[in-house]
C-alpha cells in the first residue's frame, strides 16, 4: 500500500532540492506526487519541482477536471459571477448531451465540497481525501467555479443533517 501523505510531504522537500544535487540536477522518478502542487510545468530550473518525473497514470488534477467535465456534460456550468464564455474543453459536451434525454438541464452554480480528511485511509493513506479536495478546490478556482467548503471534522458536535441544513440552507434549493 502507498501512503500518499508520507510522499506529498516528505516527497516534496527530496524534489525540490534534487535539482542541486550532482553538476546538473538529479531526476527524481515517482509514481507519487498527485496534488496540484507536482502537476505545475517543470521546464527550467527555477521551477520549483524541475527534476521530478512523475511516471503515475494519473493524479488529482486529471480527476479534477474529470469532475468538472462531468459537471459540464450533465448540465450547464455558470462560470464565475459574470458567466464568462465557457473554456474550450467544455464547447460542446452539453449540446450533445440534450441530444439524448429528455429536457433535464442541471443549472450547476456552486458547490458544496463535502470533505472528511481521514476516510479511506485503507485505500491510500492518511489524508487523501484532504489533499483531493485541496486540489479540486485549487482547479475550481482556475476555472471560476464557485464553492462552498465544508470539513466534517469541524461539525461542532451536530450530525450531518444538521450540518447539510446549516450549510446548504436554501441556498442550493431552487423552486
Sequence with gaps: MINILKWELNGAS?????????????????????????VKPKKTCQDEFYMLVRAGPLGFEDLAYFIIKLMAAVGEL???????ARP??????TESRRET?????????????INEPESQLHIAGKSTCHLMMKT????LKKEDILYTPWDTTSDAGLNYTENLKFYLGYKYTST
Excluded at 535539482?19 to 515517482?30: A, I, R, S
Excluded at 455558470?78 to 464568462?84: D, E, I, L, Q, R
Excluded at 474550450?88 to 459536451?93: D, T
Excluded at 479540486?136 to 482547479?139: D, G, I, K, S, V
Design 14 to 38: 527530496v524534489a525540490r532540492i534534487a535539482k542541486f544535487l550532482g553538476g546538473t540536477g538529479t531526476p527524481l522518478v515517482t509514481t507519487g506526487g498527485f496534488t496540484f502542487d507536482f
Design 101 to 113: 434525454t429528455q429536457d433535464v438541464v442541471f443549472k450547476w452554480k456552486q458547490l458544496l465540497l
Design 136 to 139: 479540486f478546490a485549487n482547479f
Design 78 to 84: 455558470s462560470f464565475g459571477t459574470n458567466g464568462p
Design 88 to 93: 474550450e474543453w467544455c464547447h460542446g459536451l
